[in-house]
């Protein structure tokens, strides 16, 4: 009997096991954000070959290192500011105590203690990065890297923040006050990114030969195949996203939105998939055009993102069917209003971030929030995607505005001319092609020293 256990020892060794399934389960919660935030890298690795072939040749690596310094000053900047602007700002412009999100808050590195942190601001900082992205493709060819790099700072670690304080964050006023539903965020990030580029647009001005007398003409892709390539490779990375859209909790919770309404992947995958084919089939209908299928299965997901969680299957198809219709339609509107958007961002991810916003109000109207939130309803949809729409193109309209004011926005028409490739990349991407020798000066003496066989 002396060899007995305890009631002491047999607690004690109760919380022992205890303590250690919960430091498994947020081991869990750090993994799964961990390769939600490395399968979001291929969105930017499939707009990088994207807008590179939606370019003309002479233009194609300057499309594409934008995209590499649209990550390379997003991080940094969301680091210094623009996760404190996420919880510092959810009851509009005045900010609340957010110190735990400085950059030299104890958080905010390496801290055993904190299992949550960082990861989410790295799924955070990338989305912040889709959003320069997003900018990247629609002013190709003619804008000017620093002035790119000036607005991607101000979109991706400002603007798309603020609005995601807003309609994200728990204690975000559009959420508390309005019920506002965007658990994929078709708002807070493409409707806002789509409207700031417009805002940009406008003030950039269309590429040298767009508009002949009014007429808009076509400026072909240099590579048709590389863009297909890279949007499906975007389509790839937008489960990365929405996972991180998805809130893994411990214990007996599972799986919620990001307001905590219980959910589940099984319901993200009937509807993403299920958006992406309807997309496809939206686009192709209405245009017939590669381009614009391969870019339908972007509008499809977009459109029921804001409602993932809550749409049936049909439903999510029927969706991205008819909002793939309409977005071929939008964009030829953006283009009769004398804008060149290069690959139809303002139709792809901001008419179709808003009216995905929209759309919840319609279908889901009533549904309920968790605790004492207000339910979904048509006003309080209509309301965010008008804020949305308004946080996006306001702020871009004004910082373009200013830049183009300073001469700092677009590049001369000779060096648009002649390709930004040549004047702000200084390299050719193609030079066999371009009948330029595969070898330059520096390598004759190499060349020479070391004779192939034969020569």
């Known amino acids: 009997m002396d060899n007995a256990p305890t009631l002491e020892s047999l607690q004690a060794a109760l919380d022992a096991q205890q303590a250690v399934f919960q430091m498994h389960q947020s081991m869990n919660v750090e993994v799964f954000y961990w390769w939600c935030t490395a399968i979001m890298i291929m969105i930017h690795a499939g707009f990088l070959a994207y807008e590179m072939g939606a370019s003309r040749s002479k233009n194609a690596l300057a499309a594409g290192i934008k995209n590499i310094l649209a990550l390379a000053v997003i991080i940094p900047t969301f680091y210094l500011f623009g996760w404190w602007i996420y919880n510092a700002f959810p009851n509009g412009f005045i900010p609340i105590d957010a110190a735990g999100a400085l950059p030299w808050a104890k958080s905010m590195g390496p801290d055993v203690t904190d299992m949550g942190t960082g990861i989410f601001w790295a799924a955070f900082a990338m989305f912040g990065a889709t959003t320069g992205s997003i900018l990247s493709g629609a002013v190709i060819e003619r804008i000017r890297v620093s002035a790119f790099l000036i607005l991607t700072v101000f979109l991706g670690s400002v603007v798309w923040i603020l609005a995601g304080a807003w309609g994200w964050h728990p204690d975000g006023w559009l959420l508390t006050k309005l019920g506002y539903h965007d658990v994929g965020a078709s708002g807070v990030v493409h409707a806002v990114a789509g409207f700031f ?18 007429v808009a003409q076509t400026i072909a892709p240099h590579s048709l195949p590389m863009t297909l390539i890279g949007l499906m490779m975007i389509i790839f990375g937008f489960f990365g996203f929405l996972g991180g859209c998805i809130i893994f909790n411990g214990g007996e919770t599972g799986w919620t939105i990001i307001y905590n309404n219980p959910t589940n992947l099984s319901a993200f995958a009937f509807n993403t998939l299920m958006g992406f084919a309807g997309g496809v089939l939206g686009c192709y209908m209405a245009s017939r055009d590669p381009f614009w299928t391969m870019s339908g299965g972007l509008v499809g997901i977009i459109s029921v ?17 008819v909002t793939g219709i309409m977005a071929v339609k939008v964009a030829k509107i953006v283009e009769n209003f004398g804008i060149d958007d290069a690959v139809g961002a303002v139709a ?26 207000p339910p979904i309803s048509f006003v309080g949809q209509t309301i965010g995607a008008i ?19 300073a001469n700092a926005l677009r590049v001369p028409k000779a060096a648009e ?7 702000e990349i200084i390299a050719k991407p193609y030079p066999e092609a371009n009948g330029v020798p595969a070898i330059t000066s520096s390598d004759v003496p190499n060349k020479l020293a070391n004779p192939e066989p034969g020569v």
């Open 197 to 214: 580029t417009l805002g940009v647009l406008i003030n950039l001005g269309p590429r040298v030969g767009k508009f002949i007398n009014g």
């Open 305 to 321: 993102a804001a409602g993932l969680d809550l749409y049936d299957p049909e439903l999510a198809f029927i969706i991205a069917v």
């Open 348 to 373: 792809v991810h901001g008419f179709t971030g808003v009216w995905a916003v929209f759309l919840v109000g319609v279908f889901a109207y009533g549904m309920p929030n968790v605790g004492d939130l």
């Open 387 to 405: 804020v949305m729409a308004a946080v996006g193109f306001i702020p871009g309209y004004a910082i373009s505005w200013v830049l183009k004011k």
């Open 417 to 423: 001319e002649l390709g930004l490739d040549e004047v």
